[in-house]
């Protein structure tokens, strides 16, 4: 098993930014995939930005130039520095971690919200 908490969410004005950290505890393997996802109202949740242990990025086209996914293997910690934030990056944000194939773990979410 993995447990994953999730802190740096909050309430920003346009424009903002904002830093969210993910820490892995437990079964951690060497190997994993780390990584954001969100999901806003209404809507399906969504890829936001995934990073793996050996630091391949992937992001998706909303936040491409705005947000910026980091991760510290010493401390199995992801981060995503959200920057230039809009109102439609409004979401509660999840984090994910990708064990292999099979596995895969959720944190409870941390609410994002933009507005002024």
């Known amino acids: 098993q993995v447990q994953l908490v999730e802190s740096g969410g909050g309430l920003v004005q346009p424009g903002g930014s904002l830093r969210l950290s993910c820490a892995a505890s437990?079964?951690?393997?060497?190997?994993?995939?780390m990584g954001w996802y969100r999901q806003a109202p209404g809507k399906q949740r969504e890829l936001v930005a995934t990073?793996?242990?050996?630091?391949?990025?992937n992001y998706a086209d909303s936040g491409k130039g705005r947000f910026t996914i980091s991760r510290d293997n010493a401390k199995n910690t992801v981060y995503l520095q959200m920057n230039s934030l809009k109102p439609e990056d409004t979401a509660v944000y999840y984090c994910?971690?990708?064990?292999?194939?099979?596995?895969?773990?959720w944190g409870q979410g941390t609410q994002v919200t933009v507005s002024s």
């Open positions: 994910k971690y990708d064990q292999d194939a099979i596995r895969s773990y």
């Open positions: 437990g079964s951690i393997t060497s190997i994993n995939r």
């Open positions: 990073i793996t242990s050996g630091g391949s990025t």
